[in-house]
């Protein structure tokens, strides 16, 4: 009996360990679901820094133009090296702010598709509880009404029962009439007996 309820306790001990392990790592997909989210939301509606290094370096391209001659072949070329080193930023970013609008768009619809479900759902069960309470509503009230079948068949046992306990009556009345020396000195045995305890 002991063994058995040690191995009840460690069996119960086990499976609340095994729930507070997936609760918490639900908690853990929420949270990091809701990170994500604003991590994209950041994302999104931040402006990239490399467009403001474009800006700074678009200016420098522009007076770099007006006095191309000032400037050699390899300052010329580690300038086009920068542009294209800034641009790559700039589509780097450009891109991850797609990605985080797209990622955003798709959870959108996603929870967009579980509301309408849920909704169905509700609307679903709304019915289905206003069908049951229409149910139950008809079920009380076909209960609560007296049936004529069944009013007769309550009066005609009342009646059988009424005439059996009549006959029964009679018969036991009979019964002691012609007996009555045997009832007396029964009476006459017991109540002695029961006075004298």
């Not at 997936?22 to 929420?30: D, G, R, S």
């Not at 931040?46 to 522009?62: A, N, V």
């Not at 309408?116 to 009230?141: C, F, G, H």
Request: glycine share 2%.
């Amino acid at each position: 009996m002991v063994v058995i309820e040690k191995r009840f306790k460690f069996l119960l001990l086990f499976l609340a360990m095994l729930m507070v392990i997936i609760l918490c790592k639900q908690a853990e997909l929420m949270f990091g679901k809701e990170n994500q989210d604003q991590a994209d939301l950041i994302m999104l509606v931040r402006t990239p820094i490399s467009i403001g290094l474009l800006q700074e370096h678009l200016k420098e391209l522009q007076n770099m133009t007006k006095e191309i001659d000032a400037y050699s072949l390899s300052e010329i070329k580690v300038n086009f090296e920068k542009t294209t080193r800034i641009l790559e930023m700039v589509d780097a970013e450009i891109t991850a702010q797609q990605k985080s609008w797209f990622n955003l768009s798709q959870r959108l619809k996603q929870d967009a598709g579980e509301f309408k479900k849920l909704k169905e759902n509700l609307d679903a069960v709304q019915v289905l509880t206003s069908n049951e309470l229409e149910r139950i509503n008809a079920m009380i009230e076909d209960a609560s009404k007296p049936r004529l079948l069944d009013l007769i068949g309550s009066s005609v046992w009342a009646f059988i029962l009424g005439i059996m306990s009549s006959v029964f009556a009679t018969v036991v009345i009979l019964f002691f009439k012609e007996k009555p020396k045997i009832i007396v000195n029964f009476m006459k045995r017991v109540l002695p007996s029961h006075s004298a305890n």
